[in-house]
């Protein structure tokens, strides 16, 4: 029961929590872990209506795939996706052997779906107001990123 009370606590802090990104001048708030379920405490709303004034919220989606083909992304509670944009997670690791999570692979196939960007790249998006690109095999950003991926579609 305490780790309930921890979480619920955490979930309080997490919809006030605005008033300090604002006083420090976030420009992106992004919060890196999935809220795929409805909270047991009714702090959904209360979130989501924080999300809505701070109008600066990225949330973390999930790419799901089947084998190597993109199935499709899981997304926060609707409450909350609605009020916030998301970004899915995907970082690749470099080697079979060695668990280092060191390159961002751009899957153009799901970049087609609404809010089809990784996390990092709708972060960025986000931060120079500019929308994500991908053609050619390059990744732009508005003026401030112009970046050649690699035969995988990845960023090292």
Do not use: C
């Not at 606590?9 to 809220?35: E, K, N, P």
């Not at 209360?46 to 949330?59: G, R």
């Not at 060191?102 to 500019?130: C, N, V």
């Amino acid at each position: 029961m305490k780790n309930m009370e921890v979480f619920r606590s955490g979930a309080r802090t997490l919809a006030r929590s605005h008033r300090y990104w604002q006083a420090f001048g976030a420009s992106v708030v992004a919060l890196d872990f999935l809220m795929d379920f409805k909270s047991s405490y009714g702090e959904d709303e209360p979130t989501a209506e924080m999300f809505k004034t701070a109008d600066n919220v990225l949330l973390v989606s999930y790419a799901n795939f089947v084998g190597d083909k993109f199935d499709r992304l899981a997304y926060p509670t609707e409450v909350l996706k609605n009020q916030a944009r998301t970004g899915y997670s995907n970082l690749e690791p470099t080697s079979a052997i060695i668990d280092n999570l060191a390159r961002l692979r751009i899957h153009p196939d799901i970049t087609m779906a609404k809010e089809g960007w990784p996390f990092a790249i709708q972060a960025l998006s986000m931060y120079w107001g500019a929308e994500a690109k991908l053609k050619d095999g390059v990744l732009t950003i508005g003026d401030e990123v112009s970046v050649e991926l690699d035969q995988f579609s990845d960023i090292y």
